[in-house]
Structures are given as C-alpha cells and as structure tokens.
C-alpha cells in the first residue's frame, strides 16, 4: 500500500468523490458526464480527473480525442477506495 498516495487521496474530498463515482459506475465515463453527476463545473470535473489521471488511479481509454474522453478506475484506484 502507498501510504502517501492513501493520504493524498482521503484529503481531497473531490477527488475521493470522483473516484467513488467511478468505482460504483459500470461503465467508463466522460469529465461531462462526472460534472453532471457530482453537480460541479466541467473545470473542477477535468481538474480532478487529471490529478487521478496522474497518479494512475485512473485511466483514459481514448487519450487521442479531443472531445469526449472516456475514464474508468484502475485496479490501484478499486484498492484505494476499498481501503478508505
């Protein structure tokens, strides 16, 4: 377990929530489709996504589209959010 990456996490609440949101979502999802569901600008949706992004609790599925890039949760990020 990477403590520090645990306690980066649980102090973020965003990030906790976004990652959550992707733990319990069946499928991948869009910084749009986060941003309507957590109630938050698409800014703060993108932001958090590209924190998780870089800490490879995340991965994007289409890194190449301009538009409409798809995330879902890593096999780290399902181990964090089981701890936390």
């Not at 976004?18 to 309507?36: D, I």
């Amino acid at each position: 377990m990477d403590w520090e990456l645990y306690a980066w996490l649980k102090r973020g609440s965003r990030r906790r929530a976004v990652l959550n949101l992707l733990y319990e979502s069946e499928k991948a999802l869009t910084a749009n489709e986060v941003k309507n569901k957590m109630k938050i600008s698409l800014s703060q949706s993108s932001f958090s996504l590209n924190e998780l992004l870089d800490k490879k609790l995340i991965v994007c599925l289409n890194p190449f589209d301009k538009i409409g890039k798809l995330y879902k949760i890593t096999d780290l990020g399902k181990e964090l959010i089981n701890e936390i």
